[in-house]
């Protein structure tokens, strides 16, 4: 929602604050980075948009330039104030708060003469900052960051392991929170694979669903296995495993498996960070996946 995000000397409003453009290399790798310096103490840089109240996250890249005073940011015109500690490499820094109407959003340079290098500053109506959407003269919506594998060569149906690392971006609801549903992190075919649910790790083959209880919370990184053959299906969070469940002999694999959502596009992407993704094709023992998600 905030408009001119590489742009911060067009559309923000500084008040005892200078904007010098084009300053630095940016996380991006351009020379699009500005420098913020404060003219006075408690120098602002500020946006105001109109917007219906819903839960905001304002997220803005920061590296320290000169000084060692407080780095504030703010998602409602200053009426609440989150200093962030800002060293000299770059870093994203997020804030949420809930039920913001017309949100004016922005950073704050506690100390005269302070200067901070800043780029990318972004507001999202939802509880996440979600990865960088950078805009212009206008407001931008984006599709989910959802990738597809080749299932050919990658995936067995009738035996197989798949481990990846898991960082949720926000603390996800249970399914009986109103819009939450299945959220995937693994979509073989059209609703078979790995997801969460209910408070619930769950892996299906389409007949059967083998559940573990998790409640996957903002920012912690788990270690996650789902694992599929004649022994049956179970999964695995940071080593702990699920109960056994029966296997119907296929995960049925079609073209393509779908990684952080579903392939029919019909339930929820997982909202956060999947990486160091593995897939065996073999089911590996209990010893092996609690050794690979500990």
Do not use: C, H
């Not at 905030?2 to 742009?7: D, K």
């Not at 351009?30 to 917007?51: K, M, R, V, Y």
């Not at 000084?67 to 200093?83: C, E, H, R």
């Not at 019909?266 to 160091?276: A, E, R, V, Y």
């Amino acid at each position: 929602l905030a408009l001119q995000s590489e742009t911060l000397g067009t559309t923000w409003t500084p008040t005892t604050l200078t904007v010098t453009a084009n300053t630095l290399v940016a996380p991006s790798g351009a020379t699009t980075a500005d420098t913020l310096t404060a003219t006075a103490g408690n120098a602002t840089l500020l946006q105001s948009i109109t917007s219906a109240s819903a839960t905001r996250t304002f997220q803005i890249w920061l590296k320290r330039k000169t000084g060692s005073g407080n780095i504030d940011l703010t998602v409602d015109n200053g009426a609440t104030w989150t200093t962030k500690v800002i060293d000299t490499t770059w870093a994203r820094y997020e804030i949420s708060q809930a039920a913001v109407t017309n949100p004016v959003v922005g950073i704050r340079i506690v100390t005269n003469g302070d200067e901070v290098y800043a780029w990318g500053g972004q507001l999202e109506s939802n509880p996440m900052a979600t990865s960088y959407i950078p805009t212009t003269t206008a407001t931008v919506t984006r599709n989910a960051d959802v990738l597809t594998f080749p299932n050919a060569d990658n995936v067995s149906n009738t035996a197989g392991t798949v481990i990846m690392d898991v960082t949720p971006a926000f603390d996800i609801p249970s399914s009986s929170t109103a819009g939450y549903g299945k959220n995937w992190l693994i979509d073989f075919d059209s609703g078979i694979g790995l997801y969460v649910e209910s408070n619930l790790l769950k892996f299906t083959d389409g007949t059967n669903t083998a559940t573990l209880a998790w409640i996957p919370l903002k920012g912690i990184t788990y270690k996650i296995a789902a694992k599929w053959g004649s022994a049956g299906l179970k999964v695995f969070v940071n080593g702990v495993a699920g109960s056994l469940t029966s296997f119907d002999g296929s995960i049925n694999s079609t073209t393509n498996m779908t990684n952080g959502g579903n392939g029919s596009g019909t339930t929820f992407n997982f909202g956060g960070t999947i990486k160091n993704l593995k897939i065996y094709k073999k089911a590996l023992s209990d010893a092996q996946i609690t050794s690979l998600t500990t």
